[in-house]
């Protein structure tokens, strides 16, 4: 950590009686990092403000911005506060982060504060960087996140990025810093607890320098993200205006710059926040340019779509309460709640996102829609018909969703998938006789 310290003292640009926000969940690692800065606040007299959110989804949150605000009285820091009532029906872990930004924008504003400063650290990065890996990223999203980000008026600084979580917790022990635990960080059903459990061990089992590798990784990824931009900025204004891509000038750049210039809309939309974001919905957008029907629409996630008109691309949102539809399934469907349903020639998945039919028992061809009243299915391991509004209030699914869910159907109108959710009693085992498998994704 002294190392940190003198980033902070000498390196960060903070300087003597600045104003900054500390965020602070009250975890072993935002409460060294407090630690660490009320340590610099007796040096430098700096004004320091503690911006602490209760994500409202845990019964301990009360009792945790209690413990904290109590810290922080002792300590004669300031203290502010949020408590998040209501959440919408998007990516939990996205809408949380884009809330609490939001409000530590506003602290930051409020007191004037030149500098924000976050809790990240290495293990964090690395886990950020492996998840991008895995899902489909851009340069950027495949750097992670920066230790500085300009934001007009304030700094954000993540002063701990070359500091392990180990490092961390001894740091706290060795000070007697008092934390709080959340013990959600040790549920499975979230990935990211899933690549700290399980990969980061064997990573750091390789080299215990490791975390260092992914920075000089993610600094590395950022110089050329930089250069791509620069390169974009030329050409941008030639193919992108007024929120519309020229197609035929769109061809005529690198492909580097055609995906570049994507992502950048799709963050626009988005936020800086590209998990949301695929592969898949890039190239999604690829073949709508490429296409050669001259009107055309592909949807992407939380509504958005994508529309060609002749030779030009647009990006608009959908109006969910007008948005029945109904296609036949062909090699892969593009559906309106920005997933996919896709013949596959083999898989070894056996769960709900996939089902195995054959000809013997249903009428081709299948088509996908959206749920009618009255819907039933004959479900896998059930005897008699079970009403699809009952399978979404029995799997929780919020109102907005359901009216995207898909269903397929075959050329009689029966039944034979809801996808994600529920089998019908006409999917096949694996060791079982059938003519096609469907992917949902």
């Known amino acids: 950590m002294d190392e940190v310290y003198n980033y902070l003292v000498k390196d960060s640009g903070i300087k003597y009686k600045d104003t900054v926000v500390v965020g602070v969940s009250g975890g072993p690692d935002s409460m060294s990092l407090l630690h660490l800065i009320n340590r610099i606040k007796k040096e430098m007299d700096l004004f320091v403000v503690v911006a602490h959110v209760n994500h409202n989804v845990r019964?301990?949150?009360?009792?945790?911005?209690?413990?904290?605000?109590?810290?922080?009285?002792?300590?004669?820091?300031?203290?502010?506060?949020?408590?998040?009532?209501?959440?919408?029906?998007?990516n939990f872990h996205n809408e949380a982060r884009?809330?609490?930004?939001?409000?530590?924008?506003?602290?930051?504003?409020?007191?004037?504060?030149?500098?924000?400063?976050?809790?990240?650290?290495?293990?964090?990065?690395?886990?950020?960087?492996?998840?991008?890996?895995?899902?489909?990223?851009?340069?950027?999203?495949?750097?992670?996140?920066?230790?500085?980000?300009?934001?007009?008026?304030?700094?954000?600084?993540r002063p701990l990025i070359t500091v392990t979580k180990d490092q961390l917790l001894k740091y706290a022990k060795d000070n007697s810093i008092p934390y709080v635990i959340d013990k959600s960080n040790e549920k499975e059903v979230y990935t990211r607890n899933r690549y700290r459990k399980h990969v980061l061990p064997f990573l750091k089992g390789e080299d215990s320098n490791v975390h260092l590798k992914f920075l000089k990784f993610s600094e590395t990824l950022m110089e050329y993200n930089n250069f791509v931009e620069k390169q974009l900025g030329i050409v941008m204004t030639k193919v992108f205006k007024q929120g519309?891509?020229?197609?035929?000038?769109?061809?005529?750049i690198d492909h580097i710059l055609q995906t570049k210039l994507i992502y950048n809309i799709l963050e626009h939309i988005y936020g800086d926040d590209l998990l949301i974001i695929s592969d898949t919905h890039v190239n999604l957008i690829f073949n709508l340019i490429k296409s050669d029907k001259?009107?055309?629409?592909?949807?992407?996630?939380n509504n958005v779509k994508a529309i060609k008109t002749y030779d030009k691309i647009s990006f608009n949102y959908d109006d969910v309460e007008d948005n029945d539809y109904e296609v036949e399934i062909d090699k892969i469907v593009n559906l309106p709640n920005g997933m996919n349903i896709e013949v596959l020639e083999k898989t070894d998945d056996t769960s709900n996102f996939v089902t195995r039919l054959s000809t013997n028992d249903i009428v081709f061809p299948l088509t996908v829609r959206t749920r009618k009243n009255g819907d039933k299915m004959d479900v896998k391991g059930m005897s008699g018909r079970k009403k699809v509004n009952d399978m979404f209030i029995d799997e929780k699914i919020s109102m907005r969703e359901r009216k995207l869910w898909p269903v397929v159907i075959d050329a009689t109108g029966k039944i034979v998938w809801i996808p994600g959710l529920k089998k019908s009693k006409f999917d096949k085992n694996i060791n079982?006789?059938?003519d096609i498998i469907l992917k949902y994704y």
């Not at 519309?244 to 005529?252: H, S, T, V």
């Open 59 to 90: 019964k301990e949150s009360d009792s945790e911005r209690k413990f904290l605000q109590k810290y922080c009285d002792d300590a004669g820091l300031y203290f502010e506060y949020m408590k998040i009532e209501n959440y919408g029906e998007d």
């Open 244 to 252: 519309l891509i020229d197609i035929n000038k769109f061809l005529e």
């Open 294 to 301: 001259a009107n055309s629409i592909v949807h992407l996630p």
């Open 98 to 157: 884009s809330i609490r930004y939001n409000y530590f924008d506003k602290i930051c504003k409020q007191y004037s504060a030149k500098f924000l400063l976050t809790a990240h650290h290495a293990d964090d990065l690395m886990e950020t960087i492996l998840m991008r890996i895995v899902r489909g990223s851009t340069l950027k999203g495949y750097s992670g996140f920066q230790k500085m980000i300009h934001k007009g008026e304030y700094i954000i600084l």
């Open 432 to 434: 079982e006789e059938y």
